[in-house]
């Protein structure tokens, strides 16, 4: 079940925005200064990233592929119309967590879980759901949450 944040999110769109992006950006590093992804990679299991064309581009190049043979082997089409990988895990997500394509990932891979991006608010909805996802931002939320540091 996943934990009620309805008071914490009132609490947060009252607030002025840049304020909040401040919370969110000052956690964020205090997070990622101590999460080691490699021991997680959860995001890399579970979500599927929507890819560009420049990101089909950039990784059919890398792989020495033709982009239409990248799409047909590895990519399909969503219900929002935006390509993702066919199956999760990700087709490039080693054993050891390591991605085999790391330098060359789709931008939603390197963005991922969005918590340093401006506009926080915009995107809380997804924050929220990256609770669920992500222990990084689960532990942001729950810092906001019962440390009442807002
Ligand atoms: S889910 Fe979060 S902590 Fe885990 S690998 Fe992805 S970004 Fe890192
Ligand atoms: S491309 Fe790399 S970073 Fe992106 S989901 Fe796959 S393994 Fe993870």
Redesign the pocket.
Known sequence: MPKDYSKLIRKLISLDSKKVDKYFHSLHKKEFDKINCLEC?N??KT???LLTDKDISRLSKHLKLKSSVFVEKYLRIDEDNDYV?KSM?????QADNY????DF??K??KDYPHTDRKNILGILDICIKNTEICPAVENIFKELDTKNCI
């Open positions: 990679a995001c890399c979500l599927g990233p990988f895990p990700c087709p490039f997500l991605c085999l394509v790391y990932r789709p939603a891979c």
